[in-house]
């Protein structure tokens, strides 16, 4: 199966109502436990690397690790997106390496930590649109500003999505889905007392606007991951992250994607401990890789059935770059 854009992927999942998570990779453990899970429980697949990942990697590494899921996986559809873009420049190397989908943050300037205004990020998102659409290659645009702060992104402090500004915002960039804040946060450490979503700020915006919505911060922080993490020598008191109650939620008021980073990183890192601990003659990496790959597998798997994306990877005949550049044509 080609490469997918994210676009196309997001627009079935809208007819559908249910949500597609964008799962974030590093490593080749990471890719791989992504792709079992999409195949055991038949998902389409949002794979996300942020400008971290991508320099951790050296680049051309995890292009071709994305490469090789694509070529195992052909019965699956997969988009390859870039997460928390900050410039036009970096949207092009992503363009470059081949990814089907790029996300700009507008809402940050480049340094990806100082909040911006309004004006600057229609014009670094609206250039990065004129761009990305001539290679059929989906946009991602915010609007809105999370708290936290994960691989280096976010300001630390939140700004709640207005949802008339984003209305104007869809209209004056032409981006293909849009990142919303409604209380979720970068970063293991989601809230402060009660855990709450301002699912009226949601209800609005997708109101006012037809193109998919996408929240980003939405782990889940499992209690049960941070209980591992801590019991085999770590050091996480008070890390809490989005119930999946909420987040099913949202999807049924008109959330699309979600992304998920940090729980992928919790289940790796709890994996290894145990048996960092438990086992500690070890000392070949597959000892200790191995078991976090399965662990990331099974905690993705079951997001995507609580996400409702599992069973619908046979559900249409995907697109590739070269129908959305007619796509992007016809409409411009």
């Given at each position: 199966?080609?490469?997918?854009?994210?676009?196309q992927?997001?627009?079935?999942?809208?007819?559908?109502?249910?949500?597609?998570?964008?799962?974030?990779?590093?490593?080749?453990?990471?890719?791989?436990?992504?792709?079992?899970?999409?195949?055991?429980?038949?998902?389409?697949?949002?794979?996300?690397?942020?400008?971290?990942?991508?320099?951790?990697?050296?680049?051309?590494y995890?292009?071709?690790?994305?490469?090789?899921?694509?070529?195992?996986?052909?019965?699956?559809?997969?988009a390859?997106?870039?997460?928390?873009?900050?410039?036009?420049?970096?949207?092009?190397?992503?363009?470059?390496?081949?990814?089907?989908s790029?996300?700009?943050?507008?809402?940050?300037?480049?340094?990806?930590?100082?909040?911006?205004?309004?004006?600057?990020?229609?014009?670094?998102?609206?250039?990065?649109?004129?761009?990305?659409?001539?290679?059929?290659?989906?946009?991602?645009?915010?609007?809105?500003?999370?708290?936290?702060?994960?691989?280096?992104?976010?300001?630390?402090?939140?700004?709640?999505?207005?949802?008339?500004?984003?209305?104007?915002?869809?209209?004056?960039?032409?981006?293909?889905?849009?990142?919303?804040?409604?209380?979720?946060?970068?970063?293991?450490?989601?809230?402060?007392?009660?855990?709450?979503?301002?699912?009226?700020?949601?209800?609005?915006?997708?109101?006012?606007i037809?193109?998919?919505?996408v929240?980003?911060?939405?782990?889940?922080?499992?209690?049960?991951?941070?209980?591992?993490?801590?019991?085999?020598?770590?050091?996480?008191?008070?890390?809490?992250?989005?119930?999946?109650?909420?987040?099913?939620?949202?999807?049924?008021?008109?959330?699309?994607?979600?992304?998920?980073?940090?729980?992928?990183?919790?289940?790796?890192?709890?994996?290894?401990?145990?048996?960092?601990?438990?086992?500690?003659?070890?000392?070949?990496?597959?000892?200790?890789?191995?078991?976090?790959?399965?662990?990331?597998?099974?905690?993705?798997?079951?997001?995507?059935?609580?996400?409702?994306?599992?069973?619908?990877?046979?559900?249409?005949?995907?697109?590739?770059?070269?129908?959305?550049?007619?796509?992007?044509?016809?409409k411009?």
């Open positions: 199966m080609p490469l997918v854009p994210m676009k992927i997001l627009d079935e999942a809208r007819k559908g109502n249910y949500g597609v998570g964008a799962y974030n990779v590093n490593n080749m453990e990471q890719i791989q436990a992504i792709m079992l899970a999409a195949q055991r429980t038949r998902s389409p697949v949002i794979i996300q690397a942020s400008r971290g990942a991508l320099k951790y990697t050296n680049f051309t995890l292009k071709h690790l994305m490469l090789a899921a694509l070529e195992e996986n052909p019965d699956i559809p997969i390859v997106h870039l997460d928390h873009g900050n410039s036009l420049e970096t949207v092009k190397k992503a363009i470059e390496l081949g990814f089907s790029v996300m700009i943050d507008g809402s940050l300037r480049e340094d990806g930590k100082t909040p911006s205004d309004y004006e600057y990020n229609v014009r670094v998102t609206r250039a990065v649109v004129e761009y990305a659409h001539q290679f059929g290659v989906t946009v991602e645009g915010e609007i809105g500003r999370l708290g936290g702060i994960e691989d280096g992104v976010g300001s630390g402090s939140a700004h709640l999505t207005d949802p008339d500004e984003a209305k104007r915002f869809v209209d004056e960039t032409g981006v293909d889905a849009l990142a919303i804040a409604i209380g979720t946060s970068h970063g293991a450490y989601k809230f402060k007392g009660e855990k709450r979503l301002a699912f009226d700020v949601l209800e609005k915006v997708r109101a006012k037809g193109i998919p919505i929240l980003h911060g939405a782990s889940s922080v499992p209690q049960e991951l941070i209980d591992k993490i801590n019991r085999f020598g770590g050091k996480m008191p008070g890390a809490t992250g989005v119930p999946m109650e909420d987040l099913q939620k949202a999807i049924r008021l008109g959330v699309t994607k979600i992304n998920v980073d940090t729980d992928g990183r919790l289940a790796v890192t709890g994996a290894i401990r145990e048996v960092f601990a438990t086992q500690p003659e070890k000392f070949d990496p597959r000892d200790y890789l191995g078991p976090a790959r399965e662990q990331l597998a099974n905690l993705i798997a079951k997001k995507m059935e609580d996400f409702g994306t599992a069973g619908h990877a046979g559900d249409y005949a995907p697109l590739t770059l070269e129908d959305m550049k007619r796509f992007y044509a016809r411009g």
